[in-house]
């Protein structure tokens, strides 16, 4: 009776993890996963400077680090980029110390950071404000970011390719075991983000790069999608 009952329980248990797996605990069923993956070269990209200065007052270091932005942008508009593909970001500022051994820290006045953010539709330009960087008095890019303007046509794309790949296993393997493939029971799915090529952390900048020296790579969109078909 025990042995019985135990059984029972675990019939049950299972039946239950079947269905919260969204598996059909008692009916002939087949699990595929469709999956997908599309290269697209970048058609846009964004770079991102840090501007920082070291002055002993912060009035003075907001001023400085605020001529130095506006300087860049300035410069930026002149060249031919457009104000609307400019993000200047948020002042930041912030005591520093110096620091000895065996010695209480002394102040060393108060650094000013902001951000600049550049959007660009032709690549070929990259090299050009980087340029405009160094001239504006910059030192560093902090990240260049490679990415699509339509990324929208290209996940849908890729999804529909992940669905039609889940599909065509499901069809192939209830051929091959003269099965008939009935009506979907479940689908599981994560949305995906595509992988932007990017160069981290600061790129010094001492001298003008040729044009063609900053090549991107491909953006890559891949999807896929996990389904439990009936089988009749």
């Known amino acids: 009776m025990l042995k019985t009952s135990a059984l029972l329980t675990c019939l049950f248990i299972c039946a239950v993890q079947a269905q919260e797996q969204g598996v059909p605990a008692n009916a002939p069923h087949i699990v595929t996963t469709g999956s997908a993956e ?12 840090s501007i ?3 002055e002993k007052e912060t009035l003075k270091a907001r001023q400085a680090v605020d001529a130095r932005v506006a300087a860049f942008v300035n410069a930026l508009e002149a060249a031919g980029f457009k104000r609307q593909d400019l993000v200047a970001g948020n002042l ?9 051994d065996n010695q209480k820290p002394k102040p060393n ?7 600049v953010s550049v ?3 032709q690549l070929e330009r990259v090299s050009q404000i980087i340029d405009v960087a160094l001239k504006a008095g910059l030192e560093s890019v902090q990240r260049i970011q490679y990415g699509v303007r339509d990324e929208t046509r290209y996940l849908n794309q890729v999804r529909q390719q992940a669905i039609e790949d889940s ?4 069809n192939e393997l209830a051929k091959a075991y003269t099965m008939t493939l009935g009506k979907v029971y479940s689908i599981q799915y994560n949305t995906t983000t595509p992988q932007r090529p990017m160069v981290m952390g600061k790129m010094m900048m001492a001298e003008a790069a040729p044009a063609d020296s900053y090549i991107a790579d491909d953006i890559r ?5 996990s389904v ?5």
């Open 38 to 49: 599309i290269r697209v070269p970048a058609d846009m990209a964004t770079l991102d400077f």
């Open 52 to 54: 920082s200065l070291l």
């Open 92 to 100: 930041q500022l912030s005591p520093e110390y110096v620091y000895a």
């Open 109 to 115: 006045g108060y650094r000013a950071t902001r951000e």
């Open 119 to 121: 959007r660009l539709y």
């Open 167 to 170: 599909k065509s296993k499901a």
């Open 221 to 225: 969109f891949s999807d896929n999608v």
């Open 228 to 232: 439990v078909f009936n089988l009749e």
